[in-house]
Nanobody, 123 residues
């Protein structure tokens, strides 16, 4: 089991940027496929982006071109750089470990969820 702790959320203006971090401990981080999900109030937890241990990545259509997922295996940390933020990006953002070899977009294929970090985009 891997312990994950997200940070970096906050309030941003539309068009602004934030960088989220997810610190991992208790597992072989460099061998794991990882992902970011988000959940707005009253909505399901949605896939945002994922990265494999070999650094292949995949993005949801809603964030493609604006968000970048990255990892630093030396620091056991996953990142999500969010640019050109929109009000609809407002949500609680979670990182999670994949239980599959290939990247998937279903939350059911992920485990070891962190507690989440809140991102609010508003003027």
């Amino acid at each position: 089991q891997v312990q994950l702790v997200e940070s970096g959320g906050g309030l941003a203006q539309p068009g602004g940027s934030l960088r989220l971090s997810c610190a991992a401990s208790g597992g072989s981080f460099s061998l794991l496929n990882m992902a970011w999900f988000r959940q707005a109030p009253g909505k399901e937890r949605d896939f945002v982006a994922a990265i494999t241990y070999s650094r292949s990545s995949r993005y949801s259509e809603s964030v493609k071109g604006r968000f970048t997922i990255a990892r630093d295996n030396n620091k056991n940390t996953l990142y999500l750089q969010m640019n050109t933020l929109k009000p609809e990006d407002t949500a609680l953002y979670y990182c999670a470990r994949s239980r599959t070899l290939a990247i998937t977009t279903s939350a059911n294929d992920y485990s070891d969820w962190g507690q989440g970090t809140q991102v609010t985009v508003s003027s």
